[in-house]
């Protein structure tokens, strides 16, 4: 007995479902999930390449900027203690406070 009905009561040949019916539904929902399987696959593959992209920019761009740094932090270490055009102290700029001159 399921849900309140009993199958043994039904003659054995008045039940039976189209076989007909039941493959072409199979085949069909088969068929539109093999389409919705394959454009989300399409789709996923998509994002993961753009992340991918993404990810090697972003590593690219701190590259160059870890570059940059190091060389700022390098003409920064070389700097004179005093401007070479007025003798005023520099510091630790790369412009003098005084004459606006670039010390490097």
Do not use: W
């Not at 003659?11 to 068929?31: C, E, L, N, Q």
């Not at 394959?38 to 753009?50: D, F, K, L, R, Y």
């Not at 870890?66 to 004179?80: G, Q, T, V």
């Amino acid at each position: 007995m399921q849900n309140g009905f009993d199958f043994r009561k039904i003659p054995m040949g008045a039940f039976r479902p189209s076989h007909k019916k039941y493959h072409g539904h199979v085949v069909g929902g088969s068929i539109i999930g093999s389409i919705i399987g394959t454009a989300i696959s399409t789709a996923i593959n998509e994002t993961v390449e753009s992340y991918a992209g993404t990810v090697e920019r972003a590593r690219t761009e701190e590259q160059e900027r870890a570059r940059i740094r190091s060389e700022y932090n390098k003409k920064m270490a070389n700097l004179p203690a005093n401007c070479p055009n007025c003798g005023a102290p520099t510091c630790g700029k790369m412009y003098c406070e005084y004459c606006e001159s670039k010390l490097v």
